[in-house]
C-alpha cells in the first residue's frame, strides 16, 4: 500500500512533511473546522482512478464552512480541480479516502467564530475496508446525537466528532463493532459515523434529516438507487425497538459504503445476514462507483483522463 506525500495546504500542493499547523492554532484547540470525506475507486480494467460524487461533497463543504462563519476563497469546482491534481501527483493506482478540511487558523486563545481567519487543507490516503466484512454487530449507545440547536449534525464540524468517538468506542469496549445513537427524542438518528437504513415488508426507511442526522451523500446515493430498482422507500422517525423487527438493518457511508448489521443488542436481524435488498443495493453501489454503471457514469469523475487545470 502506497503512502501519501502531497498534501493542499496553505494555497499549494506541498510535500505532506510540510503540511503543518501549531499547537496554537484555534481549530486544533476549539474543534472550529469543517471536513469532508471522498472516495475515490480504482477501476482497473480501464487503469482509472474515478471520485464520487466529489461535487456533491465539495457543495456540502462549503456549506459546513459557512455554518462557522468561514469564506472560504475556492469554489466547489475550485476544489475539484485541486483535487484531481492532488491525485495525480500521488498517483494511486488503488482506492483512495480523500479528506479536505477547512479550519480557523488564527493562533491565539479564545472561543469564538469572529474575527479568525481560516484555511484549507486536502490530503488523500489508500483505503482499505472501513467496518467488518460479512455483517456488523452493533448496540444502541447510552451516548445522545448531538442537536441542531447545540452542534448541528448537518454540517459535518470537527469538534462534534467527540460525540461519534465516545458512541464508537463504548460500542468496542462491550464487544460490538459499532454504536447506534438515538436523538435527544429517543428515536434512532444514525451510527457512528454512518447513516442507517432498515427493511420492513420490503420497504425501505431511513430516519429523516430532521432526525439530527448527517446529510449524507451516500444515505442520497441509496436512496436515488433503490427508486430506479423499484424498491418503495420513505423517510420517516424510527423507534428503537423496529430496528429488533426489521428484516434488514445496514449502515451507509463514505467510509462504510453499505455495510449490513446482522445483530442490534444480541438480537438477530432477519436471518443473521445480509439481506436481498441491501445485496442488491450494495451490488449495484460496488459497480457504480468504479465507473461501470454507464446509466451512473456522471456520478464518477475520472482523475488521470479528466483534463488538467
Avoid at 499549494?12 to 512533511?17: D, F, N, S
Avoid at 481567519?117 to 449507545?141: H, N, T
Wanted: net charge neutral.
Amino acid at each position: 500500500m502506497a503512502k501519501n506525500r502531497f498534501a493542499f495546504f496553505r494555497g499549494a500542493i506541498r510535500p505532506i512533511e510540510e503540511a503543518k499547523i501549531s499547537v496554537m492554532t484555534s481549530g486544533f484547540n476549539y474543534g472550529t473546522g469543517v471536513f469532508e470525506g471522498i472516495r475515490a475507486f480504482w477501476n482497473a480494467e480501464e487503469q482509472e482512478l474515478f471520485v464520487f460524487r466529489m461535487r456533491e461533497h465539495y457543495l456540502r463543504l462549503l456549506r459546513s464552512a459557512r455554518v462557522l462563519l468561514m469564506d472560504l476563497p475556492y469554489s466547489a469546482d475550485d476544489l475539484g480541480q485541486i483535487t484531481l491534481e492532488l491525485l495525480r501527483r500521488e498517483g494511486y493506482r488503488e482506492d483512495v479516502y480523500i479528506r479536505p478540511i477547512a479550519y480557523k487558523s488564527s493562533e491565539e486563545i479564545g472561543v469564538r467564530l469572529h474575527n479568525l481567519e481560516c484555511d484549507l487543507a486536502i490530503f488523500a490516503v489508500p483505503f482499505q475496508a472501513y467496518l467488518p466484512e460479512g455483517g456488523i454487530r452493533a448496540m444502541v449507545s447510552s451516548w445522545r446525537r448531538v442537536e441542531d440547536n447545540a452542534i448541528p449534525a448537518r454540517a459535518k464540524i470537527t469538534g462534534a466528532y467527540v460525540n461519534s468517538a465516545l458512541a464508537k468506542t463504548e460500542a468496542y469496549l462491550a464487544g460490538f463493532d459499532e454504536a447506534i445513537v438515538l436523538n435527544e427524542d429517543g428515536q434512532v438518528a444514525e451510527g457512528s459515523a454512518e447513516n442507517l437504513f432498515l427493511v420492513r415488508e420490503g420497504t425501505l426507511i431511513t430516519p429523516p434529516i430532521t432526525a439530527n442526522i448527517l446529510e449524507g451523500i451516500t444515505r442520497d446515493t441509496v436512496i436515488a438507487l433503490a427508486r430506479d430498482l423499484g424498491i418503495p422507500v420513505v423517510e420517516r422517525p424510527v423507534d428503537r425497538t423496529e430496528l429488533y423487527l426489521a428484516e434488514e438493518v445496514f449502515l451507509t457511508g463514505t467510509a462504510a459504503g453499505l455495510a449490513p448489521v446482522v445483530e442490534i443488542d444480541r438480537r438477530r436481524i432477519g436471518a443473521g445476514k445480509p439481506g436481498p435488498i441491501f445485496t442488491r443495493l450494495r451490488d449495484l453501489y460496488e459497480r457504480l462507483v468504479r465507473g461501470k454503471e454507464p446509466r451512473y457514469r456522471a456520478w464518477c469523475t475520472p482523475v488521470y483522463s479528466a483534463p488538467a487545470r
